[in-house]
């Protein structure tokens, strides 16, 4: 990311996070940088997010694709209720993704959501393991064959693993 985008997102992340919950700015502007910094080498395509190495605590320096909500199924329980997604850092990409495509109903053919994906799962080295669709889903077993397809071309590269939240 550039550094001016970079400054534009903290200050997003750091207004919204100051009015709901009063955190010191200045400390949580550190804590963000920090967090950008770790999400490396990042590609945007038409739907989809990939992160070469994506700094996480809990899961290690893996590599991610962040899907719009265009993707999601829409009787997710969580869609537009509570989801993750939806609010904080990965708020800011979610919203970005799906404003990209005309938002999270916009009525897009699973199948052209999951070819972007795929191409943007090969377009990552394999060198770090895979969390598929941090953010997105793929709501038809046409949509989840293409993109299973690009994770086993993913961990035939390098053998890493590949997994994804469900
Ligand atoms: S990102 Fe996952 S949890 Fe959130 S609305 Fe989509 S499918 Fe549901």
Redesign the pocket.
Known sequence: MAGAEQDHVVEQIVKRLWASHGIAARVLKITLIKSLRDHTQMALFNFTRAVEVSGNEKTGAVSTTYVS?A???KE????NEG????SGMAGIW?NRLNAQVGGKTALIDARQIARDEAKAVDSLTGQNDLRL?V???CRTAGAASIVSKAAERFMGKFGRRMWF?R
Request: hydrophobic letters at 30%; aromatic letters at 16%.
């Open positions: 909500q993707s999601c199924p997710c329980a969580f869609f989801c993750y997604a939806e979610t669709h953010v997105g889903d939240r």
